[in-house]
């Protein structure tokens, strides 16, 4: 969706996608929002509680059963288990993931890992594409005039030309852009905290063939996982960049992180946004 300033200050009800990496600051953004007036719909929670919900529970009972205390009391249907997946509480999606490597350092095999990374993949494109129903569910059942996608930071990822089109024909596409004296810092801090991410198949290949022979290791099992997700971090940083700046260019508009940050209300998010569209005319 393309637009003047003026239309988008004019604009009744404005519908927005956020799209930046982890850590740029879309979900902070979108918290500043009065929440009386905004419908803040986050991709990730849609993804755990709707797409991935019975996988992440079968995780969940899988690692219980293991537990003979647990197993014979699930065996006996004495206890139940549920998960509580949050908008600001996404870790059994990311514990659902998981990470590559050594079983007993709580890895996966890579026949499970990409098993698993395919179904957040489906999971992903079936979140972004619930987008437009949600955008009228908002309005016509909970009387909200103005809707913010907080998507995932692997929605660059995809390779779907359908979740790119319905999202730009229903929303306002927004790419918050880290700059450069703030990419160490997003780095360091994936690297301080490694967390499970989901990779597009073909970069995984690539940078797992790279990371074997770089540690001279001969099959998955022996990887760390915590070591990969450090190691492979920065490549995926830098290979995600370009994407997310193809998308804003076809097909929406870039902010600046540092200017995201400064942000305090929704006055200054509207002006922020409608600069941007007077600079990228």
Known sequence: MKMTPQQFLDWPSKRITL????????????????????????????????YLGEPILDNIKRQAMQVPFLRKLLLSDSISINNNITVDNLAPVSTFLSKLGDPKLGGLSLHEFKRRQKLHHQAEIAAMLDVPEFIHKAEDIYG???????????????????????????????????????????????????????????????????????????????????????????????????????????????????????????????????????HQV
């Not at 990496?21 to 929670?45: C, E, I, Q, R, V």
Request: aromatic residues 12%; hydrophobic residues 35%; charged residues 25%.
């Open 144 to 278: 909200y005039h103005h809707f913010i996608n907080d998507a995932g930071g692997s929605v660059c990822e995809l390779d779907s030309q359908e979740v790119l089109e319905t999202l730009a024909q229903d929303t306002l596409i927004i790419y918050i852009k880290i700059p450069p004296e703030l990419e160490q810092t997003i780095i360091q801090r994936a690297k301080n905290d490694p967390k499970p991410l989901y990779y597009r198949e073909a970069f995984l290949d690539e940078k797992l063939d790279e990371f074997l022979r770089l540690k001279k290791l001969t099959t998955t099992d022996e990887i760390s996982p915590d070591e990969f997700v450090t190691w492979i971090f920065p490549e995926l940083f830098k290979s995600r960049l370009p994407r997310y700046q193809t998308i804003a260019d076809q097909y929406g508009y870039t902010i600046n992180a540092n200017d995201v940050a400064k942000v305090n209300n929704e006055q200054d998010f509207i002006k922020l946004v409608a600069d941007a569209l007077g």
């Open 19 to 50: 799209l930046a990496m982890s850590g740029a600051g879309k979900t902070t953004l979108a918290n500043k929002l009065p929440k009386a007036n905004w419908f803040h719909y986050s991709g990730d929670y849609r993804i755990g509680t709707k």
